[in-house]
């Protein structure tokens, strides 16, 4: 195949709009492996998170996961794990509280949030989704979801000086309007940060300084054997720009904001008309 390999995005691409996996796209999926292809999911979510979702629809590749900052292979081993430092950190934190900002930080499959509100509600049910539709079982989705926590720490910046802990991605959120400027003033104020959004900025997503998707793929594809003309890529928001740009392949979701989808060389339909599996099908099985 020209195409040995598809790395893939969860929310708003393989996901549809009630977190499940459509049937026809999983079918895809298993015809494209079946004739030697490669799924490999790349997510901003957290590892345990990929695992899951990866198990549920039969999957035993490498995964992807916190933007680039976690590589896993396809044993389960970790290949890389990416950190930040802690003066990074602690300088993110400054910045937040000076501009009003609501801001949580993971530390492995725990959620370090400084108040319960609306963004950290439900999160470990939301970051192990039940799958029902898509064949999860209950009884192991209730045993990876043991191993999620959210933790209430009020004085987090606190917490980084004392523990030192290993932080792989930070998220911020605003009760309304864009994080555009916010972005823009991280990014001359913290420059050892990347900033991306999941959410057309709604949300931003922090790595550390040179971690990104399209990053780790590279260094997946090398460890793999493979080229990156060999690869194609679909996504359908801004932290899957560089990974879309990267690929031999970059395919945009039709649900992908307009610079997302101008930077892709194609763009299929959207998440909830089975994007991914007419991908699949236009593009990697002919």
């Avoid at 790395?7 to 015809?31: C, K, P, S, Y």
């Avoid at 900002?101 to 108040?115: A, C, K, M, W």
């Avoid at 989704?129 to 999860?136: K, M, T």
Wanted: with cysteine; charged share 25%; glycine share 8%.
């Amino acid at each position: 195949m020209e195409y040995s390999l598809l790395a893939v995005d969860l929310d708003g691409t393989l996901f549809n709009n009630d977190r499940e996996i459509d049937q026809e796209t999983i079918d895809a999926i298993h015809t494209y492996r079946n004739r030697g292809g490669k799924v490999v999911i790349c997510s901003g979510r957290s590892p345990l998170s990929t695992k899951w979702i990866s198990e549920t629809i039969g999957l035993h590749e490498p995964i992807i996961a916190y933007n680039g900052a976690v590589l896993i292979d396809e044993d389960g081993q970790t290949i890389e794990q990416a950190r930040f430092s802690q003066q990074a950190i602690l300088t993110f934190l400054d910045i937040c509280q000076s501009n009003g900002i609501y801001t949580h930080l993971y530390e492995g499959d725990i959620l370090l949030v400084p108040e319960r509100n609306k963004w950290n509600l439900r999160w470990i049910e939301k970051n192990i989704p039940a799958l029902e539709r898509s064949g999860g079982k209950a009884e192991i989705c209730a045993k990876y979801r043991n191993q999620c926590s959210v933790k209430h720490v009020e004085d987090l910046r606190g917490y980084i000086e004392e523990t030192n802990p290993d932080i792989t991605k930070m998220a911020v959120f605003q009760e309304e309007g864009s994080l555009h400027s916010f972005s823009a003033l991280l990014k001359k104020q913290a420059t050892d940060l990347e900033i991306s959004s999941s959410f057309d900025f709604v949300n931003l997503e922090i790595s550390p300084a040179g971690i990104t998707k399209g990053a780790a793929l590279i260094k997946l594809v090398e460890h793999l054997g493979l080229h990156m003309s060999q690869v194609a890529a679909i996504g359908d928001n801004y932290n899957d720009l560089v990974m879309i740009e990267t690929a031999g392949l970059g395919i945009a979701m039709g649900n992908a904001p307009e610079k997302v989808k101008h930077a892709a060389d194609a763009v299929t339909e959207t998440n909830s008309n089975g994007g991914v599996a007419k991908a699949i099908e236009n593009y990697l099985l002919k």
